[in-house]
Structures are given as C-alpha cells and as structure tokens.
C-alpha cells in the first residue's frame, strides 16, 4: 500500500485529501463510490460489487468517515483500488471534484459513479461500461425506464422527482431524463475534462454536480443517455443524508440553477 498527501492543482479547485493505493491501475474506467460513514451498508455493497465481476477499478471517496468502515485490509480484499479521504472543506460536490480528479490524473477514460448506501443494484455497472463504450459522455442511471426497478421508493421522494426535479432538468437540458436525483451515472473524460463544463469549481460543494452535469452536457451538444438500474430502499426508516424538508426544498432550488444556467462557467 502506498499512502500520499494530495494537494490541490493550480488548475482545477480540488480539496486537500489523503490517498491510500492498494493496487496499480487496471481497466479502462473507474468506479466512483463517495461515502461518509455508510458502515456495514457500505461493506455489503463492496463485496457485492466484487462478486459481479464487473472488472473496473474501485475508487473510494470519503467525506471523513469515523465509523470504522474503511479499514485498509477490508478494502484491498474486496477489490478498491485507491481510498480518497477529504481534508479539505466540502460536501459530497467536494467528494466527487477530488474524485474525478484523481481519476483523470490516473489516466482513466471514463467515471461511473454509484452511492455507498446500499441501495444500488450494481450489477448495472456493466451497462454503464458498455455505453461509455459506445461513445456516450453522460449516462443517467434510471429507474424509471424499461428494465429498471423502483423498490419501497417513499411517496413523497417518487413524486418529487416525478413531478418535479425531472422535468424541471428535462426542460433545462432539452433532453428528456426520467431520473435525475439518481447518484448512478457514467461520464466520459471528455466531458469531465471539458472547460466549457468546468467540473472543478468551489461552487460544487454538495448537491450541485448532479443537477448541473446531465443540463450541461446536454445543452453542449455532448452524448447524452439513460440505463435502468435498480434502487431499492429499505422497510421502514429511510436511510438518507437528506433530512427535512429544507432539504428537499434546497435541492429543487439547485435543480432551478442548474436548468436556467446559473452553474455554467460564462454565467454572469
């Protein structure tokens, strides 16, 4: 294992981290897990992924966990190729500005992202790799299109991106997506590098990238899609970083940003 101090680049505004490598980079493209104390629903989702056998790199993105989930033996064994851990300042916008970085400075032609909580079928990662293949920049996992499954969705979140959040970034994007507060995607480095889109700026701090990314890089002309995916809650209590309806309130009014341009890097 090899263990380094990160500092940020002069061209990209990334936080200040820690990396720890277990293993030389191997495939095309990186799987992206940001977490922040998921605990044994982290770990279960980990040895899910290496039983797939989807063949990509793992790449940790932790926000600061202190619950004892990321212990070095239990990830090299299950396949995480790197631990990125924040120093810096920020939320999960900081986690994923670190995390493409790192992935762009490894060489990697593409990112496929996926929550640490669980809930993810991941056995889509294959279908993600596939479309990065084909050409695609940004791949929007759905589970609301044919072949995906929504499982014990809440009511209130189901019509929220139903009704809401999805139209509000189709009307923005000028492209139709049915799932847009959905974690599981695929970007290509093509558009991760691209300055018109400016991934690395301080203004992503937490939800933004995922309500500006699927607007700019359809508005930019860039391959744009969806994928089925699983997502399935839990029985009962809700598992969530998003508590509250300020919350949810806050993520509506990022989603009205991002689709009138208020994150482009020419905005005013």
């Known amino acids: ?142 589970r609301f299109v044919r072949g995906g499954r929504a499982v014990n969705t809440p009511w209130s979140r189901y019509l929220a991106i139903r009704l809401l959040h999805a139209p509000l970034l189709s009307a923005g994007a000028r492209t139709w997506y049915t799932d847009t507060t959905n974690g599981f995607r695929g970007h290509s480095a093509r558009l991760l590098a691209d300055p018109r889109v400016g991934v690395f700026r301080t203004v992503f701090d937490a939800y933004e990238l995922l309500a500006y990314l699927p607007v700019r890089a359809a508005r930019l002309g860039l391959r744009v899609g969806e994928v089925p995916v699983t997502r399935a809650y839990p029985r009962g209590a809700v598992p969530t970083k998003i508590t509250k309806w300020s919350g949810h309130l806050d993520l509506l009014a990022v989603a009205a940003r991002a689709a009138t341009g208020r994150y482009d890097p020419d905005a005013g």
């Open 1 to 142: 294992m090899t263990e380094t101090q990160q500092r940020p680049r002069d061209d990209r505004q990334v936080p200040r981290h820690e990396r720890r490598d277990f293993a030389p980079r191997r495939s095309r493209y990186a799987v992206v897990v940001p977490v922040i104390n998921e605990g044994e629903r982290l770990r279960g989702q980990l040895r899910r992924m290496h039983d797939c056998g989807h063949g990509l790199d793992v790449l940790v993105a932790d926000g600061g966990s202190t619950d004892g989930s990321l212990a070095d033996d239990f990830l090299a064994a299950h396949g995480v190729r790197s631990v990125l851990v924040k120093t810096g300042p920020g939320r999960l916008g900081a986690q994923l500005r670190m995390a493409f970085s790192a992935a762009l400075d490894d060489g990697y032609q593409g990112v496929i992202t996926v929550d640490g909580n669980g809930k993810d079928g991941v056995d889509a990662i294959a279908r993600f790799a596939a479309r990065l293949d084909e050409g695609y920049d940004y791949v929007q996992g759905s």
